[in-house]
Nanobody
Framework: QVQLVESGGGLVQAGGSLRLSCAASGRTFSTSNMGWFRQAPGKEREFVAGISWTGFTKSYADSMKGRFSIARDRNKNTVYLQMNSLKPDDTAVYYC?????????????????WGQGTQVTVSS
């Protein structure tokens, strides 16, 4: 079991930055791949970024490459999403998720545990 709690969301102007955090508890966190997803109103949940349990492999959605960066601190049981050059289209609820097995994947259905989400709003 893995419990996930996101924080760091808020209101920011276009071009600004935010850093999201996902605090994890549970004995399988250290061996779980982690992902960030987002869901805007009326849209499906989409993959943002993922990181392997070792931290060596990272994956990003094309629209986030160069703007977003994922990292994990195994000592603090925390995963981060640094978001720069934010756009109004980035407005969404951002979710942290854990996948207990396999390679880093982008499919929502492959992730076993989810946080409650944190709202990010980017104003123009």
């Amino acid at each position: 079991q893995v419990q996930l709690v996101e924080s760091g969301g808020g209101l920011v102007q276009a071009g600004g930055s935010l850093r999201l955090s996902c605090a994890a508890s549970g004995r399988t966190f250290s061996t779980s791949n982690m992902g960030w997803f987002r869901q805007a109103p009326g849209k499906e949940r989409e993959f943002v970024a993922g990181i392997s349990w070792t931290g060596f492999t990272k994956s990003y959605a094309d629209s986030m490459k160069g703007r977003f960066s994922i990292a994990r601190d195994r000592n603090k049981n925390t995963v981060y999403l640094q978001m720069n050059s934010l756009k109004p289209d980035d407005t969404a609820v951002y979710y942290c998720a854990a996948d207990a097995a396999g390679p880093v994947v982008t499919d929502v259905a492959e992730y076993d545990y989810w946080g409650q989400g944190t709202q990010v709003t980017v104003s123009s």
